[in-house]
């Protein structure tokens, strides 16, 4: 068949079937089982390439080739041809550009580069790219992984929005409950204070009407008496009805209401804690009287030269109930007749009381005025001295002159006691010792008392230093 150059006898001939004999692949994998590529048509088309019988026109001039025998190339059967010289196969590799290259290249542009055999250098390039690959799927996995966490994360955080919805929610019902409770509460509070103020107004206003009455009474007696009586009539009644008037006149009444319509709401104020929940709002009926306000302190009528002093304001109402709140309009002042005055520093401390501190810089009599709402306080003005700055001993608290000094003759003490045999301080139980324990600077006998020496002398300062490095 071959010789004869029949197209049936020269396909068997290719794929190794003998004449007069066709392949039975029937299925699709049979034919690719048979291990045969087209290299036209880039596909197992053994169906139209080998079964001779039923080969068409379009197929009779596609050449068949192994499998194995495509390994190297793009394409089955199909080399890679030089875009720059496009009758030359890629056959070399320029290490230099990195890329494959013809004969012809190699003889111009690349002349000088190193060019070897693709097969040559197949496995150096192979194995970095499978290195590569390797790594790019280590990332493609921790990106697998990544993206996994991301959507459970994702699922989390609606999971954890939906759980703080309904926390907000059972928050919001019960911070509205508590809020309505506060309103009722205060709504409640509110009406006791009205009908409290009404009946002491009911109860002020039939006391009035009472005395009124008895005045009137009394008024229209007299003056009818005065009027219409005789002169006996008037002298046997002017006893009672003088004592009648007298008690009327002597009955003490206030000349104001009793109470005022002084209600304000604030709604800034702390009311404490209501269903769990702390609450603002609290109504105010208590307003701040100064004459009944306080004041308090160790400091309030002395304090020290550049010392830090003070003293407390304490503000109540009209009742002398305190106040319980703070907001008030205090002003303090710090006067004196020859030098300037100034203005402590006053600290609210919102429930009624408020520091005043100051820190005085020179000695003398001072006037001190505490004003709230414009209106002098109880107790002011008040007269501050300042002394001159607390004196620090310079001396020893010691018994005695011998036992501080060793026995030492020459230390002395400014208590005045004195030693027979020489000794110019203080012993025990000998002349002018106090009896106890003293400083030997001034003689004080209380410990965390003030200096009342000035600057020690030389002398003194000497014999000072013995004592106390002795």
Avoid at 115 to 125: A, E, L, Q
Avoid at 255 to 262: A, G, L
Avoid at 405 to 427: F, H, N, V
Wanted: glycine share 10%; aromatic share 6%; proline share 4%.
């Amino acid at each position: 068949a071959q010789r004869a150059g029949t197209r049936s006898g020269r396909a068997r001939a290719r794929i190794g079937v003998s004449p007069g004999f066709y392949l039975p692949l029937t299925t699709p994998a049979e034919r690719m089982s048979a291990g045969m590529l087209c290299t036209r048509v880039e596909t197992s088309k053994l169906d139209w390439c080998l079964l001779l019988p039923r080969r068409q026109k379009k197929t009779a001039s596609h050449a068949v080739t192994e499998l194995e025998n495509t390994k190297d190339c793009s394409q089955a059967g199909k080399p890679l041809l030089c875009p720059s010289h496009p009758t030359e196969e890629l056959q070399l590799f320029c290490e230099q550009c990195d890329q494959p290259v013809c004969r012809d290249c190699v003889l111009g542009r690349h002349r000088q580069h190193p060019c070897d055999f693709t097969g040559n250098v197949i496995h150096r390039h192979g194995d970095a790219l499978r290195e590569l690959l390797k790594s790019s799927q280590q990332h493609m996995d921790t990106l697998e992984d990544v993206l996994s966490q991301v959507d459970e994360m994702g699922g989390a955080v609606r999971s954890r929005a939906e759980a703080v919805a309904a926390e907000i929610c059972l928050f919001a019902r019960g911070y509205v409950k508590a809020i309505e409770e506060h309103r009722d509460r205060l709504l409640k509070q509110l009406e006791d204070l009205k009908v409290q103020k009404e009946n002491l107004l009911h109860l002020q206003k039939a006391q009035l009407q009472q005395l009124l009455l008895d005045m009137r009474t009394g008024v229209e007696f007299t003056e009818h008496l005065l009027m219409s009586g005789s002169d006996v009539e008037i002298l046997v009644s002017k006893g009672v009805v003088s004592s009648r008037l007298t008690k009327l006149n002597s009955v003490a009444y206030s000349t104001h209401p009793s109470v005022d319509d002084r209600i304000q709401f604030s709604p800034h104020e702390r009311a404490g804690q209501c269903c769990g929940y702390e609450v603002f709002g609290a109504i105010l009926n208590k307003v701040v009287d100064p004459a009944r306000c306080t004041l308090h302190g160790e400091d309030l009528h002395s304090a020290r030269q550049n010392q830090r002093s003070g003293f407390t304001l304490l503000c109540k109402d009209s009742t002398g109930e305190r106040m319980g709140r703070g907001g008030e309009a205090v002003r303090v002042t710090i006067t004196h007749k020859d030098k300037r005055d100034w203005w402590p520093t006053v600290c609210d401390n919102g429930d009624g009381t408020y520091c005043i501190s100051y820190s005085p810089e020179e000695p003398g009599l001072y006037a001190v005025c505490v004003c709230v709402k414009g209106q002098h306080v109880q107790g002011s003005p008040f007269t501050l001295m300042v002394k001159h700055k607390f004196r620090e001993h310079q001396g020893v608290f010691h018994c005695c002159t011998f036992c501080s000094s060793g026995g030492q003759k020459a230390a002395r003490c400014a208590c005045g006691g004195t030693m027979p045999g020489g000794y110019q301080g203080c012993g025990h139980g000998h002349k002018g010792h106090p009896g106890c324990h003293h400083w030997s600077c001034c003689g004080q006998v209380k410990e965390s008392s003030e200096c009342l020496c000035g600057p020690p002398s030389d002398t003194s300062q000497r014999s000072l230093l013995r004592t106390v490095a002795l």
